[in-house]
């Protein structure tokens, strides 16, 4: 196993020691390692990061940063609820799906 050094402020590591203790690790060193190896486990990065945006989300001009305004504030007016712990796990799995069949 290899070995990695950071250089965090002092204010960081405190706010690492603080959150190691929330979640029942022993200190701020425990609590970062968890931290990268859950990110780095995380196949959805890696999925989304390797195909991008759906096209309709890509911003590369002034045009389609305004359809995503549109967009975004179409969504904010549209009707809402609570979603359950098993609405998330649905999404997460149709996600996953539709981002791993998807072509570069």
């Given at each position: 196993m ?11 590591i405190e706010r690492?020691?603080?959150r190691a203790g929330t979640?029942g690790?022993?200190s701020?060193e425990a609590?970062?390692?968890?931290v990268?190896?859950s ?7 890696e999925?989304?990061?390797?195909i ?6 890509r911003?590369?001009?002034a045009e389609s940063?305004?359809?995503l305004k ?7 007016n549209?009707?809402s609820?609570v979603?359950?712990?098993e ?7 149709e996600?996953?799906?539709r981002f791993s069949?998807?072509?570069?």
């Amino acid at each position: 196993m290899g070995r990695v050094t950071l250089e965090l402020s002092d204010n960081r590591i405190e706010r690492a020691r603080a959150r190691a203790g929330t979640v029942g690790l022993t200190s701020a060193e425990a609590y970062l390692q968890e931290v990268l190896e859950s990110d780095l486990d995380d196949e959805t990065f890696e999925i989304v990061n390797r195909i991008g945006p759906p096209p309709e989300l890509r911003v590369d001009s002034a045009e389609s940063l305004e359809r995503l305004k549109e967009l975004l504030l179409e969504s904010l007016n549209s009707p809402s609820r609570v979603m359950t712990p098993e609405d998330f796990a649905k999404r997460r799995v149709e996600l996953i799906r539709r981002f791993s069949t998807r072509e570069k």
